[in-house]
């Protein structure tokens, strides 16, 4: 069966698919996190050009995304887009893809191989977290008070929140500009679906799906990440049966903008 080319035509409108590299090639797909675009992928995407087909989406209400097939309540969970996913990969007619997933797209990724493992060959998760919040003896990095104060910060003054966010967010004081970005980039998305997402995000918990994933997984967690720390990788390596941990010396929690030369090392690596 050959792709769906009035399904990608639309999809490519809903989710702005960018589609490069070799196409004869087996399929490495990025997804970006919250607040951000396919954008963040610049340094890290192209690099695999020569040997894969790349592929980068925006999620839907993010980036250059169609902001009008923001449905509040398909995207009410991770479950949405993780349906998104599905909806694309089918449309190009791709199977047994690598998916990188940043943040929020990891636990996306996870739900969407195990809704269709047949999709998916690897799975890449970068700085991605099942669950935000410390509960019981469980280690996500943040107080139930910190995510209650994140998001009263996101609907009382968001702007004010992107610029702060941006600073704890990038530990690179010698570029600047990367954390200039990252707080543009919060402050273009909708507010109302910022908001929105914000709660679908930092509220999750996922932690019960993780032994249902099937495919081969690379956890890639930075030292300095302040919103998943190492132990939270740690913990994914644990509940994720075939899957395998580093940790990157610095990048925050954008390694593949602070640190892109030695995530995507890894990421070779673990393809090899």
Do not use: C
């Not at 589609?19 to 997804?31: K, L, Q, S, Y």
């Not at 932690?207 to 099937?214: E, Y």
């Amino acid at each position: 069966m050959g792709p769906d080319t009035a399904g990608i035509a639309d999809l490519a409108r809903r989710n702005h698919v960018t589609d490069t590299g070799r196409h004869e090639a087996p399929a490495i797909v990025f997804g970006h996190g919250f607040g951000t675009s396919q954008r963040m992928w610049r340094f890290v995407a192209p690099r695999f050009e020569e040997d894969f087909r790349v592929v980068l989406f925006d999620l839907v209400g993010s980036g250059d995304s169609d902001v009008a097939a923001y449905d509040r309540a398909r995207y009410d969970s991770l479950h949405g887009y993780a349906a998104d996913l599905v909806e694309l990969l089918d449309a190009m007619n791709l199977d047994n893809v690598v998916f990188v997933g940043h943040s929020v797209s990891g636990m996306i990724g996870a739900l969407a191989s195990i809704r269709r493992p047949d999709l998916f060959s690897r799975l890449v998760l970068v700085g991605a977290s099942p669950r935000y919040v410390n509960e019981g003896d469980y280690v996500g990095g943040l107080e139930p008070g910190d995510v209650d104060s994140l998001l009263d910060a996101i609907d009382s003054n968001f702007l004010a929140w992107a610029d702060a966010a941006a600073h704890t967010l990038i530990h690179d004081p010698e570029r600047p500009a990367l954390t200039s970005e990252l707080a543009e980039s919060f402050k273009a998305t909708d507010t109302a679906i910022a908001r929105h997402f914000a709660r679908v995000t930092y509220l999750s918990d996922h932690r019960a799906i993780l032994p249902r994933v099937s495919v081969p997984t690379l956890i890639v967690q930075s030292d300095d990440d302040a919103v998943a720390p190492v132990v939270v990788g740690e913990f994914l390596a644990k509940h994720i049966p075939e899957s395998e941990l580093v940790v990157l010396r610095e990048g925050g929690h954008y390694a593949h903008l602070v640190n892109p030369e030695e995530l995507t090392g890894r990421i070779r690596e673990f393809l090899a």
